[in-house]
């Protein structure tokens, strides 16, 4: 799993010694830790140029922030051991203006994986940018087989248009005769659509890629309730049995998450959780929260020297000593609906009607005393 093996590209030794001392720490549950962060999570902005039905985007009022390219330079101690940095949020990562140049900066530090998450609609524009700066991964979100039912969940995307990025994005790797991008489907399964997993495969074939990763649709309001997959395990495994018959056909690994109550986890809050020890998540409004799927704000990068200084800091601590806690755990943990440790035997995981679930992104940063370095990257 993505928590022991972030990617299998090779690992310079010192960023293959910090794992190893990273992955002892979460284990042996250390609050103080002396590795570092095996990822960077940057949310870039929080626009998007879609309405998807599912996004909690629609239900807070913000002010777009872009991340400053400072912040990003700001996390450089990090960058000889840091083995990934994901630019990943609740925006679409490459309408960031200096998308471009914060790929041609990260590229600059040898073996330091690049990923980002993308609606695939912007995807001619940073082509370039992915062979020339060797981006490592582009997960591209396509949330049906057929232009009527992705289209219909992605508002302003355009199932033709994403589908002919990709393929035109596969066939400049091979041109190029590169091993890179890794390029895969994310699929957000939900009453509506899941009927067309399997088309979705044959799709990735048609375009010669490696994988289809499946999650769960979380609802939050009461008029996507109809769309939950809580409680239709029948439903889930006749489609997930026949995409998988496909996947092992086309030699396509797909990735699906359990079905409703065949899980290891019980009846827990969530899965034994790793984020605090092996991700520093940093959202465009300056703050630090554990995961983007929680709203829960740690604190602001304002308010310290230094990001190897906020890596120990009391509020990093404090969550790494509570996330996995039943009694202490923060609320967006006791929530947990993010993809790889929700918990889903729960119904709660597939429903959170009431629940906080989106960040309140502040319109201006908190006054602080802050070091130079970061006081102008927010300014």
Not at 22 to 34: H, K, S, V
Not at 67 to 96: M, Q, S
Not at 294 to 304: E, M, P, R, T
Not at 317 to 326: E, G, I, S
Request: glycine share 6%; with cysteine.
């Amino acid at each position: 799993m993505k928590t022991e093996k972030l990617f299998k590209t090779p690992l310079t030794p010192a960023q293959v010694s910090n794992s190893e001392l990273n992955l002892m720490e979460f284990r042996e549950g250390r609050t103080e830790l002396a590795s570092s962060p095996r990822r960077i999570v940057f949310e870039l902005t929080n626009r998007c140029n879609f309405q998807c039905i599912m996004c909690g985007r629609e239900a807070v009022n913000f002010k777009t922030k872009d991340l400053p390219i400072d912040v990003v330079k700001a996390c450089e101690p990090f960058y000889g051991r840091t083995a990934e940095v994901t630019l990943h949020g609740w925006g679409e990562g490459t309408l960031h203006p200096q998308t471009a140049q914060v790929l041609e900066y990260l590229n600059t530090f040898p073996m330091l994986r690049k990923y980002f998450v993308t609606n695939g609609s912007t995807m001619p524009g940073i082509m370039k940018s992915i062979f020339a700066h060797h981006v490592d991964l582009v997960a591209v979100s396509l949330d049906g087989a057929t232009p009527e039912t992705n289209n219909g969940i992605r508002k302003g995307g355009d199932f033709n248009r994403e589908v002919d990025s990709v393929r035109r994005l596969v066939e400049e790797k091979a041109r190029r005769g590169a091993d890179y991008p890794f390029v895969n489907l994310v699929f957000t399964a939900m009453a509506r659509n899941i009927h067309e997993l399997p088309m979705m495969v044959e799709l990735a074939s048609s375009l010669g890629l490696p994988e289809v990763k499946v999650v769960y649709l979380t609802v939050f309001n009461d008029s996507l309730v109809p769309e939950s997959l809580v409680d239709k395990q029948e439903l889930v495994m006749e489609h997930f049995g026949k995409a998988k018959e496909l996947a092992d056909k086309y030699g396509i690994n797909l990735k699906l998450p359990e079905i409703q109550g065949a899980g290891e986890a019980g009846m827990t809050a969530h899965k034994p959780c790793p984020f605090p020890w092996r991700d520093l998540y940093i959202g465009s409004d300056g703050y630090v929260r554990p995961c983007q799927s929680s709203a829960d704000k740690l604190l602001h990068i304002g308010g310290y020297g230094s990001f190897e200084e906020i890596w120990n800091c009391a509020p990093m601590q404090k969550m790494r000593a509570t996330v996995n806690d039943p009694e202490t755990m923060p609320a967006g943990c006791a929530n947990c609906y993010h993809s790889s440790c929700a918990n889903w035997n729960l119904p709660s995981s597939f429903v959170q009607l009431g629940k906080k679930f989106a960040p309140e992104w502040l319109t201006e940063a908190p006054k602080a005393a802050v070091a130079e370095s970061l006081k102008a990257a927010l300014e």
